[in-house]
């Protein structure tokens, strides 16, 4: 690590300080993304497999550790480098979960084979977006693939934190995220988390704005050389296998040796002895929920002799998990203060022009099946298919080249439920609609209408509602816009079963009034509560837990789109009802039978299913689409 040339520190030592500063707003980002959509029942799991490199290795320990002991799976944490080797023919009835704050090339190993594993979850800050902005088509390509087999993605809200071998904003927003995926595998377990998983973000905040303060006065005492001497870290029981990465704070932040972490009863065996030969520098990792330990302590300070030998105590209060967030702070301190005085640059660290022949190793990425729909049914390179996304002059050219039908899809803002959003059924539209697009190489998805047409959950406070006649004189003039820009057909289908009796019986009339653009639309909400029941059914959910309205369906879906949307905490069962005649459950309001909003039972929703859901359905609009006209629609119906 080279000397700085612009003053005391660097440019380096001020990132490292302003991201520091940065961390109370990293935590409160953190806590609000809520709990994650596990993704799987860890019931029905033989192990949970964790994994992550670098910083990211201790959330995969932290994880491992909590659900063993919090939830009482069986979890075990393995090294990255297990993945070079293809996975095992057991790995078909484990789950596999990946922490990568930047999705790492050496972390995409382990992402290899997702079909491989029962589920994947792949903990990460990265994004489509960041992996465009940063032109990594390569991670771009690994997401689309991991989408394609039905894996979950759980974001981190850290992303972009580069420029310095050390990291300080991912590894205590990574910790906040592990605590509240440890607590969602507790709940789909069956379980109520116990206190081992709370976390007061508050007051996690308070100790960290004083954990400066803290490291201060602990070195307050030492001589100056005392910073110098080798490292090595004092602490006790499970607390060991947890604090990997303020050794890594050590290695990366001050490129000192990888210092050993001491359980205090095991000094006097081999440690202690190998230190009276020279000097030493003790750092007790101090919990106060562990107060077993300051005896220890005290008995180590008088057995080491302080002419060669310091040690500081560093002190948190918070209990559990909640002192690795105090620690990392403690400890990034600590690092600010040795790399102040030793005048170091941590922007240029030596081996930087080496370090790729490891480092950007990553596995080849064979094509996934959205390769091969993109391959078979280009698009045009310049236009996007998406109207809200275009210019004018982009659609005019997509017009001219031949991509002239719409995709009309109708939402609601409606409630589901005390675990879901209003935007639910909205936002499914609109992810059905991108996805049908993607298949229909002359085909512009348009943004989706909403609200929609829902009297029956009106007794819900928030819905929002529009009669028939203003839905259908809103569609008239969408259909007559797209008719006068030059598109030939249009196709209307609807996230929210509400819309389909008011759709189909108005779908002759917009016919009729547009003149020039063919109008089809998919109704059949029987058909499609059929396919989606015979999936879940395939999958092992009932069709009473299925349910018709903000149940595993929906819910699974929602965890697969906007894992952070929905509310785990929230989820209960709802009116459990077996028969797919459901529209009499709606009438006259849904609130009379199902007082909740709730037809089905949420609570072991998995995006892995919400993934297959959507195929589902993609496909059924597909089919309609294909055939040209209006699906036969049965009667007596009202699906999600």
């Given at each position: 690590?080279?000397?700085?040339?612009?003053?005391?520190?660097?440019?380096?030592?001020?990132?490292?300080a302003?991201?520091?500063?940065?961390?109370?707003?990293?935590?409160?980002?953190?806590?609000?993304?809520?709990?994650?959509a596990?993704?799987?029942?860890?019931?029905?799991?033989?192990?949970?497999?964790?994994?992550?490199?670098?910083?990211?290795?201790?959330?995969?320990?932290?994880?491992?550790?909590?659900?063993?002991?919090?939830?009482?799976?069986?979890?075990?944490?393995?090294?990255?480098?297990?993945?070079?080797?293809?996975?095992?023919?057991?790995?078909?009835?484990?789950?596999?979960?990946?922490?990568?704050?930047?999705?790492?090339?050496?972390?995409r190993?382990?992402?290899?084979?997702?079909?491989?594993?029962?589920?994947?979850?792949?903990?990460?800050?990265?994004t489509?977006?960041?992996?465009d902005?940063?032109?990594?088509?390569?991670?771009?390509?690994?997401?689309?693939?991991?989408?394609?087999?039905?894996?979950?993605r759980?974001?981190?809200?850290?992303?972009?934190?580069?420029?310095?071998l050390?990291?300080?904003?991912?590894?205590?927003?990574?910790?906040?995220?592990?605590?509240?995926?440890?607590?969602?595998?507790?709940?789909?377990?069956?379980?109520?988390p116990?206190?081992?998983?709370?976390?007061?973000?508050?007051?996690?905040?308070?100790?960290?704005?004083?954990?400066?303060?803290?490291?201060?006065?602990?070195?307050a005492?030492?001589?100056?050389?005392?910073?110098?001497?080798?490292?090595?870290?004092?602490?006790?029981g499970?607390?060991?296998?947890?604090?990997?990465?303020?050794?890594?704070?050590?290695?990366?932040?001050?490129?000192?040796?990888?210092?050993?972490?001491?359980?205090?009863?095991?000094?006097?065996?081999?440690?202690?002895?190998?230190?009276?030969?020279?000097?030493?520098?003790?750092?007790?990792?101090?919990?106060r929920?562990?107060?077993?330990?300051?005896?220890?302590?005290?008995?180590?300070?008088?057995?080491?002799?302080?002419?060669?030998?310091?040690?500081?105590?560093?002190?948190?209060?918070?209990?559990?998990?909640?002192?690795?967030?105090?620690?990392?702070a403690?400890?990034?301190?600590?690092?600010?203060?040795?790399?102040?005085r030793g005048?170091?640059?941590?922007?240029?660290?030596?081996?930087?022009?080496?370090?790729?022949?490891?480092?950007d190793?990553?596995?080849?990425?064979?094509?996934?099946?959205?390769?091969?729909?993109v391959?078979?049914?280009?698009?045009?390179?310049?236009?996007?298919?998406?109207?809200?996304?275009?210019?004018?002059?982009?659609?005019?050219?997509?017009?001219a080249?031949?991509?002239?039908?719409?995709?009309?899809?109708?939402?609601?803002?409606?409630?589901?439920?005390?675990?879901?959003?209003?935007?639910?059924?909205?936002?499914?539209?609109?992810?059905?609609?991108?996805?049908?697009?993607?298949?229909?190489?002359?085909?512009?998805?348009?943004?989706?209408?909403s609200?929609?047409?829902?009297?029956?959950?009106?007794?819900?406070?928030?819905?929002?509602?529009?009669?028939?006649?203003?839905?259908e004189?809103?569609?008239?003039?969408?259909?007559?816009?797209?008719?006068?820009?030059?598109?030939?057909?249009?196709?209307?289908?609807?996230?929210?079963?509400?819309?389909?009796?008011?759709?189909?019986?108005m779908?002759?009339?917009?016919?009729?009034?547009?003149?020039?653009?063919?109008?089809?639309?998919?109704?059949?909400?029987?058909?499609?509560?059929v396919?989606l029941?015979?999936?879940?059914?395939?999958?092992?959910?009932?069709?009473?837990a299925?349910?018709?309205?903000?149940?595993?369906?929906?819910?699974?879906?929602?965890?697969?789109?906007?894992?952070?949307?929905?509310?785990?905490?929230?989820?209960?069962?709802?009116?459990?009802?077996?028969?797919r005649?459901?529209?009499?459950?709606?009438?006259?309001?849904?609130?009379?039978?199902?007082?909740?909003?709730?037809?089905?039972?949420?609570?072991?929703?998995?995006?892995?299913?919400?993934?297959?859901?959507?195929?589902?359905?993609?496909?059924?609009?597909?089919?309609?689409?294909?055939?040209?006209?209006?699906?036969?629609k049965?009667?007596?119906?009202?699906?999600?």
């Amino acid at each position: 690590m080279s000397r700085s040339r612009d003053g005391a520190g660097g440019r380096g030592l001020r990132l490292l300080a302003e991201r520091m500063a940065a961390l109370p707003a990293a935590l409160r980002a953190a806590e609000r993304l809520g709990e994650p959509a596990l993704g799987f029942d860890p019931r029905a799991v033989r192990h949970v497999v964790v994994t992550g490199i670098g910083s990211s290795a201790a959330h995969a320990r932290l994880l491992a550790h909590l659900l063993c002991e919090e939830a009482s799976l069986g979890a075990r944490a393995v090294p990255p480098g297990a993945f070079l080797a293809p996975p095992p023919p057991a790995a078909a009835d484990d789950a596999l979960v990946v922490f990568s704050q930047g999705l790492s090339p050496n972390a995409r190993f382990a992402l290899s084979a997702p079909r491989a594993w029962r589920a994947v979850v792949l903990v990460t800050a990265a994004t489509p977006e960041s992996l465009d902005a940063r032109g990594d088509a390569e991670g771009r390509r690994l997401l689309a693939r991991l989408e394609d087999a039905g894996a979950s993605r759980i974001a981190l809200p850290a992303d972009g934190e580069y420029g310095t071998l050390l990291r300080v904003l991912g590894p205590a927003a990574g910790i906040v995220r592990t605590l509240a995926l440890a607590r969602a595998a507790v709940r789909a377990a069956g379980r109520a988390p116990g206190p081992g998983l709370a976390l007061d973000v508050e007051r996690a905040c308070e100790r960290i704005a004083q954990a400066p303060a803290g490291t201060e006065a602990a070195l307050a005492a030492l001589e100056p050389a005392a910073l110098e001497a080798p490292l090595a870290f004092l602490t006790s029981g499970s607390y060991v296998d947890l604090v990997s990465n303020l050794q890594r704070k050590v290695l990366e932040g001050l490129l000192r040796p990888w210092p050993p972490v001491v359980d205090l009863l095991e000094l006097a065996h081999g440690a202690f002895q190998q230190a009276c030969t020279g000097r030493g520098l003790w750092i007790a990792l101090a919990r106060r929920d562990a107060p077993q330990e300051a005896p220890l302590l005290e008995r180590t300070r008088r057995m080491l002799d302080p002419g060669r030998h310091a040690v500081i105590a560093l002190e948190a209060e918070l209990p559990g998990a909640g002192a690795l967030l105090e620690h990392e702070a403690l400890l990034n301190a600590f690092v600010l203060r040795v790399l102040t005085r030793g005048r170091l640059d941590l922007e240029r660290w030596p081996g930087q022009e080496r370090e790729g022949l490891l480092y950007d190793l990553a596995p080849p990425m064979p094509p996934s099946a959205s390769d091969t729909i993109v391959r078979q049914q280009p698009r045009p390179a310049a236009t996007p298919a998406l109207l809200a996304e275009l210019s004018w002059p982009e659609l005019a050219e997509a017009l001219a080249a031949g991509r002239r039908s719409a995709l009309l899809p109708l939402g609601a803002i409606e409630q589901h439920g005390p675990h879901l959003p209003f935007a639910t059924d909205a936002w499914i539209a609109e992810a059905l609609a991108a996805r049908l697009c993607a298949r229909l190489p002359d085909a512009v998805a348009l943004p989706v209408v909403s609200p929609g047409c829902s009297p029956e959950h009106m007794a819900h406070p928030g819905t929002l509602e529009l009669a028939p006649a203003t839905l259908e004189a809103v569609l008239r003039d969408v259909l007559r816009s797209l008719a006068r820009h030059g598109f030939e057909r249009a196709f209307l289908f609807s996230g929210h079963g509400g819309n389909a009796e008011p759709l189909r019986a108005m779908l002759p009339r917009l016919r009729r009034s547009v003149r020039g653009l063919r109008v089809d639309a998919f109704v059949d909400l029987e058909g499609l509560t059929v396919r989606l029941h015979a999936v879940a059914a395939r999958l092992g959910v009932s069709a009473e837990a299925a349910g018709h309205h903000a149940g595993e369906i929906e819910t699974s879906i929602l965890a697969a789109l906007r894992p952070e949307a929905v509310r785990r905490g929230e989820a209960a069962a709802g009116l459990l009802a077996p028969t797919r005649r459901g529209q009499r459950l709606f009438q006259p309001s849904l609130r009379v039978n199902a007082p909740a909003g709730v037809v089905g039972d949420p609570r072991n929703a998995s995006a892995r299913r919400g993934a297959a859901y959507l195929e589902a359905w993609v496909d059924l609009l597909l089919e309609a689409w294909a055939r040209g006209k209006k699906p036969r629609k049965a009667k007596g119906t009202k699906r999600p």
